[in-house]
């Protein structure tokens, strides 16, 4: 009998709560997809990279686990509030406590094993979704298949149990304090609005509105950031989000108060009070899911950073085939150019060297002026601090040069157009994101050839290969006649393949180094300590960089682009989809709390619209009520939570851009994602508003 | 003048059908304080609903005035009960989240008012029910006696042509239900309200100047409040209520 009571009571829950039920299934598939990419054998046989993978998703699991079991206990609790009569009911006609928190807890792992079937068929669909958005970013076909992975369930499944057990552990505890009176009682009571202190309550709206304003200010314009400063911030701003909506409250009660003009127009009066009743009872609530949307506006905010990043910036970043460097400037690479020849279709080899004329007056400039450096590389008295910028390897330690026959070459391999200087010439090739920070600085250095001072022709930006290949950041281009009197720095190799180059070509020539290290020029086999000693030796010869880029660093001496590339994209997918998967289940679990809130009002408070009516109200007219009323509901906390994160995804956004070196402006990553997350808020809210209506209308 | 002619009203479906209404016709006066008794599940409150346009007739016509309200579309409907009609149920119906003043307030928004308007017409309206004292405060801070007349000052905010009572005393105590047909009688007198009051309750159904007995559907007497005073009309209604067989004899 109990089985048969719970079974149908689990089908009525499902029924009136169920954007609940809808959610939880809905998590089930968000776990079980992001799961996968645990266990994938395809990605983790693909990928060296896959650890991090691991580690994010593991990251993310452990914050979805708490929010979720936050909501399995929110709603547990709820649902329990809504049924008391019920149970009061119960336990009149004879159960004990006992039987009936079996009861309950029974139904709840019901309907959450229906939530978590119904979650597992959708996760499955939703995993090949994943596969092959993810095999599509790192630029790989993904041919359909299931991948049931026992772990991947097991993991799910845990997880899921986890929340539920800890959700309903609490809620034994419940049964026991609880008196029949109580329980029949408390569904009959109406909202009691306690109002008092108003006027003082009304000052938290303008002082948490003043410390958002300071926050955004402090963002932008602040410098000195330490973590204490943070922790101030942080704290003050969560406290403020809390108390920011007792404000509104006792604002919105204050105006009524006061009888202002705008209550005795239209159905101001009634919404605002509908309102600030709600805010103020639900006010922690409220704080909560608008921290929560916070949240997950910034994380899927920096999400599509790094999803820009790596569709704009990758392909400028390594525009050659194949690329590899070698410290040594006499190296022939004939071992290399053997074994590309041998696993790929080579269309052309272009051997060339980096030079230098023993000055380091560019690195200088740059390690004293970008603002990635800082204060760093200068003395108090704004000197240089040689000894510094000597151990630091962004650049090497002298400047690098390029002749303009070699730099012709490798730009006509490029498909660019060549360019030309005079014999008392020089030009630059810089990166994009370094030439707009510095401006045109050609006026603050000497470049000298065949004894007289060369003049500046011009910046050349397009990609280069510029992470220590063709320079760190930069290469100065000078006429050959001049590159005559300088000195080999390093050798490089430049590759142009037909078609894509196989997979694990990368790997191959990074063996072929290692082995090659493991000899010395006689052909001797040297022990590991001689072979360290080679890497010291190599240090100790300076030339060696790897630019200035903060986000992505990929200095390699071995560069095939069709292997590095979805590696890095497959790097960088590590921060991408774990910052979506909690952004979702954060944005998912805030707006059920909303939905499930609005909708157990209907259902409670129908008298008000039988009320409005009554007193001569259309039904057109309390539709028209009803969605302004959700409309302030749900347009609170997204308005509050776009605003904080805004201000911090634009700043963040602004600084992302100065790294990475993108042109988009900083507000753009916030506006998709925004969008992004309205499209799931109305969805939400759309819902809500069919489901109020008909329990008004019912 | 309201004429309910013919009116008829069935709940069910095919096999089961219940007549709540049957063939009931009757006028009410402008002015006039009609009661309308009978025992639980006579039809009184069917009949209430469908004079209030809350619920439609199955047969039969409803006429204010010239208007036959049974033809009326849903949102003329709506017009209607905005322009016509006043509302007291017994559990008051007020606004939870709105104070005393603001229920009714709000009544007076719909009509579009000016704010100098409502103001002074609320404060009228509280002063002659006396719960100018708790105007600021919410219906769960008041007594059910309060609750009840600020529910009959937003029933006359409007000036309805009808205001319509569903046993308004029943959940209130004595003295409470005397104050608020005392109103009631006052608000018939000095504003010439028509009220159109349900009870089962002969000490209620005293203070009405007609009273229409209604016993499974159908009208079965009528009394007339005479000129011999209120208690006499008291012991007139307990005569017809023990002719119908002391139904109601518990009740009074």
């Given amino acids: ?698 | 003048m309201i004429r309910i002619c013919d009116v008829e009203k069935y709940y069910g479906n095919g096999t089961q059908v219940t007549k709540a209404v049957d063939r009931v016709s009757f006028t009410v006066e402008s002015g006039e304080f009609i009661g309308v008794m009978g025992a639980s599940g006579s039809g009184k409150t069917t009949l209430l609903n469908m004079l209030s346009t809350i619920d439609t007739v199955t047969a039969g016509h409803i006429y204010y005035d010239e208007e036959d309200i049974t033809e009326l579309s849903e949102d003329k409907l709506s017009e209607f009960r905005k322009n016509n009609l006043g509302f007291v149920f017994q559990d008051y119906n007020l606004l939870d989240t709105l104070t005393v003043e603001e229920n009714i307030v709000l009544a007076m928004t719909l009509h579009k008012k000016g704010k100098g308007k409502i103001k002074k017409e609320c404060d009228d309206l509280l002063k002659l029910l006396g719960i100018s004292e708790v105007r600021d405060k919410f219906p769960y801070e008041i007594s059910g006696g309060q609750k009840q007349r600020c529910a009959c000052a937003r029933a006359l905010a409007n000036h309805p042509r009808l205001l319509l009572a569903d046993e308004p005393t029943g959940a209130l105590d004595s003295k409470a239900a005397q104050t608020l047909l005392e109103t009631f009688t006052d608000m018939n007198r000095r504003l010439g309200a028509t009220i159109f009051m349900v009870t089962h309750d002969a000490f209620s159904a005293s203070y009405c100047s007609r009273i229409l007995f209604l016993k499974d559907g159908k009208i079965f007497h009528e009394l007339i409040a005479g000129e011999n005073g209120r208690r006499a009309f008291l012991n007139e209604i307990l005569d017809v209520l023990s002719l119908t067989g002391g139904e109601f004899q518990n009740d009074v």
């Avoid at chain 1, 990251?59 to 019920?86: C, D, G, H, P, Q």
């Avoid at chain 1, 990609?463 to 950041?473: L, R, T």
């Avoid at chain 1, 939570?641 to 070196?661: D, R």
């Fill in chain 1, 1 to 698: 009998m109990m089985y048969k009571l719970a079974l149908r009571n689990v089908r009525r829950s499902a029924r009136d709560y169920m954007v609940y039920f809808l959610t939880m299934a809905v998590v089930t598939a968000l776990m079980f997809s992001f799961n996968t990419l645990l266990f994938s054998r395809d990605l983790l046989n693909m990928f060296e990279t896959a650890g991090i993978m691991e580690v994010m998703i593991g990251l993310a699991t452990f914050f979805i686990l708490l929010i979720t079991a936050w909501l399995i206990n929110y709603m547990v609790r709820f649902i329990l509030e809504k049924r008391s009569r019920e149970f009061g009911i119960y336990l009149l006609i004879g159960f004990k406590k006992k039987e009936i928190a079996r009861l309950y807890i029974r139904e709840n792992l019901i309907l959450g094993a229906g939530a978590f079937a119904a979650g597992l068929v959708f996760g499955v669909l939703l995993q090949q979704i994943l596969m092959s958005v993810l095999y599509a970013m790192v630029q790989m076909d993904y041919h359909l298949h299931l991948e049931f992975n026992k772990n991947s369930l097991l993991m799910t499944f845990v997880c899921y149990l986890f929340c539920y057990l800890v959700a309903l552990f609490r809620c034994k505890r419940r049964f026991k304090k609880m008196n029949i009176h109580d329980l029949m009682d408390s569904q009959k009571k109406n909202e009691e609005i306690k109002e008092s202190h108003e006027r003082g309550k009304r000052v938290l709206l303008p002082v948490s509105l003043v410390f958002f304003g300071i926050f955004g200010l402090f963002l932008f314009c602040y410098k000195n950031w330490n973590t204490g400063v943070l922790t101030l911030f942080l704290v003050g701003l969560v406290l403020v989000i809390y108390l920011f909506y007792t404000g509104v409250s006792a604002w919105i009660i204050c105006y009524l108060r006061e009888k202002k003009d705008g209550m005795y127009r239209g159905n101001t009066l009634f919404l605002l009070r509908q309102f600030s009743a709600k805010i103020r009872t639900m006010s922690f609530t409220m704080g909560s899911l608008t921290a929560l949307f916070t949240l997950a506006l910034l994380g899927s905010a920096v999400a599509f950073m790094f999803n820009h990043f790596q569709s704009e910036i990758l392909k400028d970043k390594y525009p050659f085939d194949v690329q590899i460097n070698s410290n040594d400037p006499e190296d022939d690479f004939r071992k290399e150019m053997e074994l590309l020849e041998k696993e790929a279709d080579v269309e052309e080899f272009f051997r060339y060297c980096i030079y230098e004329n023993g000055t380091n007056q560019v690195n200088t400039w740059l390690y004293t002026h970008l603002r990635i450096f800082g204060r760093e590389y200068l003395k108090e008295d704004n000197t240089p601090d040689f000894e510094k910028i000597k151990e630091n390897g962004a650049y090497c330690d002298l400047d690098t040069y390029m002749c303009l026959s070699d730099y012709n070459y490798l730009r006509k391999m490029l498909g660019l157009y060549e360019i030309s200087l005079r014999e008392d010439e020089y030009a630059i090739h810089m990166k994009e994101r370094v030439v707009l920070e510095t401006g045109d600085f050609s006026g603050e250095i000497v470049i000298k050839g065949r004894g007289q001072e060369l003049s500046f022709a011009g910046y050349y930006t397009e990609g280069f290969s510029q992470d220590g290949h063709n320079g760190g950041d930069y290469v100065i281009v000078v006429p050959d006649a001049v590159i005559k009197e300088m000195r080999s720095y390093y050798a490089e190799l430049a590759a142009d393949l037909k078609g894509e180059a196989p997979f694990g070509l990368n790997d191959k020539l990074d063996d072929l180094e290692s082995e090659g290290n493991n000899y010395n020029a006689q052909g001797q086999v040297m022990t590991e300590e001689a072979s360290e000693e080679e890497y010291w030796e190599e240090e100790e010869l300076g030339n060696s960089c790897c630019g200035s880029d903060t986000i992505v660093v990929y200095a390699m001496k071995n560069l095939v682009r069709d292997n590095a590339i979805p590696e890095i994209k497959y790097m960088l997918s590590a921060i991408v989809f774990p910052l979506f998967y909690v952004g979702l289940v954060f944005l998912c679990v805030a707006l059920t709390v909303l939905s499930v809130q609005q909708l157990s009002d209907s259902a409670k408070y129908k008298f008000r619209y039988q009320v409005l009516s009554q007193i001569g109200y259309s039904r057109g007219e309390i539709s028209g009520i009803i969605l302004k009323q959700l409309l302030w509901y749900y347009g609170c906390p997204l308005l509050a939570a776009l605003a904080i994160s805004g201000v911090i995804a634009v700043y963040t956004g602004g600084k992302f851009n100065f790294y990475a070196g993108i042109k988009t402006p900083g507000f753009m990553y916030f506006l998709i994602s925004a969008l992004f997350f309205m499209g799931i808020y109305a969805l939400y809210f759309i819902l809500t508003y069919i489901g109020f209506k008909r329990n008004v209308e019912k």
